[in-house]
């Protein structure tokens, strides 16, 4: 039975050339598979306290230049019966990389700095795909202002 409302979430989609990060989730839901560095809001934080503090667990990396808001997703799952497993709210941010090296930590079982042309080889799901592409449009209105 999911819990009474959607659990938010945040995500962060960071660049870094034509690299973004990804990590390969070690607790469900989709445990085995890569996706953005994110988790769960804690109550009393701000989503960006919550983004950073999920990206410094989940890859070791602190310093980074927030871009702004890339796209806000609802990540719904239904069991075979179509009954709802859980809903999630995810926040997710755009940023570039600045400096640190990446090493997998608390959720993530891997770590990794992923170009367009290797989505395919770690099954980046087409919601990531989205969100990274509005992530990488933001990132280029701002280099041009």
């Known amino acids: 039975m999911p819990e009474k409302g959607p659990v938010i979430g945040v995500g962060v989609v960071v660049m870094k050339g034509a690299a973004v990060l990804l990590i390969r989730r070690a607790h469900p839901p989709r445990a085995g598979s890569w996706s953005l560095p994110g988790g769960k809001q804690k109550l009393g934080e701000t989503i960006e306290q919550a983004m950073r503090r999920e990206l410094a667990e989940e890859t070791g990396l ?64 087409h919601q990531a795909r989205a969100v990274i592409a509005k992530a990488k449009s933001l990132r280029d209105t701002a280099a041009s202002i």
């Open 62 to 125: 602190i310093d980074i230049a927030l871009l702004g808001l890339a796209d806000v997703v609802d990540l719904l799952d239904r069991g075979e019966d179509g009954a709802l497993r859980f809903h999630y709210t995810v926040v997710d941010f755009a940023a570039d990389w600045r400096s640190g090296e990446v090493c997998a930590g608390d959720d993530a079982t891997d770590a990794a700095w992923v170009t367009p042309d290797q989505f395919d080889a770690y099954d980046v799901t």
